[in-house]
């Protein structure tokens, strides 16, 4: 156990719909980053923050949003929704340090089924 | 140009055997890190190992050891004595730039499946 949870493990909805996916992350940890995995494009990162404020942006779509709140829980909002989101959808967490080997803790992921 | 490749989209190997995982990287960005990551059946990611651009010793954790050839730009994971629950997807991914200053970069390898026979 990461010490990251994800809600929802599994969400089907249909197209042109819109979800929150819900991340909270390990106690302590400031930076959380969301991903997405599909069988086509592989692990992309989409994108990242850090107490509350982004700080970096990936491959994510501009129907795709996130936001952490004050108290460092993440939520990553999918909008009309196409077939092509369906994915495994992550969240990692890591503590900034002051040497650069800090790791990312994944959570156990969000299943998302786009119908 | 690929900024992680993983050639080796399968392997098969015999358990109590030693098995190395090939990822060649690509960057400019003189710091940068690098991460082993396992994804069993189940879905989840586990880190693995890391390994630093100015680190002068390869990393080892375990089992896991990280074979750096910087000159080579080469980050290979060896895993001494396999066991069958290390059959699972394996990425490398690199890291670039630095969280403080909020250019940080995480880019992922497309995975090998590793399957231990017994």
């Known amino acids: 156990d990461s010490g990251v949870t994800q809600t929802p493990k599994h969400l089907i909805t249909a197209t042109g719909q819109r979800v929150t996916l819900r991340c909270s992350p390990r106690s302590g940890d400031l930076s959380v980053y969301w991903y997405q995995q599909s069988l086509d494009q592989g692990l992309q990162f989409l994108i990242q923050?850090?107490?509350?404020?982004?700080?970096a942006k990936g491959n994510i779509l501009e129907r795709f949003s996130a936001q952490q709140f004050p108290d460092l829980h993440s939520e990553l909002n999918l909008s009309s929704l196409e077939l092509g989101d369906s994915a495994l959808y992550f969240c990692?967490?890591?503590?900034?340090?002051?040497?650069?080997?800090?790791?990312?803790?994944f959570g156990p992921g969000t299943r998302l089924t786009v119908t | 140009a690929q900024k992680i490749t993983q050639t080796q989209p399968g392997m098969f190997v015999q358990e109590k055997e030693a098995v190395t995982l090939d990822c060649t990287y690509d960057?400019?960005?003189?710091?940068?890190?690098l991460f082993w990551y396992k994804q069993p059946s189940s879905g989840e990611m586990i880190f693995l190992i890391y390994?630093?651009?100015?680190?002068?010793q390869n990393a080892t954790e375990g089992r896991y050891s990280l074979n750096f050839q910087k000159a080579r730009k080469s980050a290979n994971l060896v895993i001494s004595a396999s066991q069958l629950g290390d059959s699972a997807m394996y990425f490398c991914?690199?890291?670039?730039?630095?969280?403080?200053?909020?250019?940080?970069?995480?880019?992922f390898g497309t995975g090998t499946r590793l399957t231990i026979i017994p």
């Open positions: 923050y850090y107490n509350g404020e982004e700080r």
């Open positions: 390994q630093g651009s100015y680190d002068q």
């Open positions: 960057t400019s960005d003189p710091s940068y890190g």
């Open positions: 990692a967490s890591s503590v900034e340090s002051g040497t650069p080997s800090y790791e990312q803790y």
């Open positions: 991914a690199m890291r670039e730039g630095w969280l403080s200053f909020g250019n940080e970069k995480l880019t």
